[in-house]
């Protein structure tokens, strides 16, 4: 065994998914919020005695979305969501490795036998 870490590290994180259904609109509005602390690594490297320092910011991001079942047919459903509403630069492995901006998606489905 060396010591050396297994895979990549990551910040101290909470997420909470809220949503609402509005039955009357076969629809459901939602949104998920994930917070990560601050995150500090040092280690000492035995071959070189040099202390390794890694070092990224806390981080929020939020994404929404909604789902409706239209009641013309069964079984079709419509998706729509916002990742990383407000955009901002964070590092969720690694320091220097920002993630992806602000995505949006819609996806539409129709499940068949219900």
């Known amino acids: ?7 990549a590290l990551t910040p101290d994180r909470i997420a909470f998914d809220m949503g609402v259904n509005v039955p ?4 459901r ?5 994930q917070v990560a602390g601050d995150f500090e690594r040092r280690d000492l490297d035995a071959a070189s ?13 939020l ?3 909604a789902s409706w079942q239209p009641g013309f047919t069964d079984g079709l ?8 509403v407000f955009d901002k630069d964070y590092e969720r492995v690694f320091a220097g490795v920002s993630e ?3 995505n ?3 996806a539409a489905s129709w499940q068949f036998g219900r």
Do not use: C, H, Q
């Open 1 to 7: 065994m060396t010591g050396a870490d297994v895979g």
């Open 24 to 27: 009357e609109w076969r629809a």
């Open 29 to 33: 509005f939602g949104m998920r919020i």
């Open 49 to 61: 005695a040099l202390e390794i320092v890694e070092v990224r910011d806390g981080y929020t991001v």
């Open 63 to 65: 994404d929404v979305y």
């Open 77 to 84: 459903r419509f998706d729509a969501g916002v990742e990383y």
């Open 100 to 102: 992806p901006g602000r």
């Open 104 to 106: 949006f998606k819609i």
